[in-house]
Nanobody
Framework: QVQLMESGGGLVQAGGSLRLACAAS????????MAWYRQAPGNQRELVAS???????SYRDSVKGRFTISRDSAKTTVNLQMNSLKPEDTAVYYC???????????WGQGTQVTVSS
């Protein structure tokens, strides 16, 4: 099993920045791609950004140019740098890691990001 722990959420004014971090522990050899998702009240969970084991990144259109996903060399920590935040970025942000063998996903407990206007 893999455990994921997010940190770095909080309250910020529109235009501000936050950096989220996700640290993995447990069966680290199982970790493949990692990603950040978010879920706002009343909405479905949506993919924000992902990074493959080789470092290839992808972003949803609404965050391109504002958010940057990165991964440490050990590939066990994934970060999300969020700049120029908007009120519509307000959500609970979840870290996800995919098991490279089974394809199943591991999830963190989530961290709240609130952007005030």
């Amino acid at each position: 099993q893999v455990q994921l722990m997010e940190s770095g959420g909080g309250l910020v004014q529109a235009g501000g920045s936050l950096r989220l971090a996700c640290a993995a522990s447990g069966s680290l050899f199982r970790i493949g791609p990692m990603a950040w998702y978010r879920q706002a009240p009343g909405n479905q969970r949506e993919l924000v950004a992902s990074i493959s084991s080789s470092g290839t990144t992808s972003y949803r259109d609404s965050v391109k140019g504002r958010f940057t996903i990165s991964r440490d060399s050990a590939k066990t920590t994934v970060n999300l740098q969020m700049n120029s935040l908007k009120p519509e970025d307000t959500a609970v942000y979840y870290c996800n890691a995919r098991d490279r063998y089974s394809g199943s996903g591991f999830w963190g407990q989530g961290t709240q990001v609130t952007v005030s206007s």
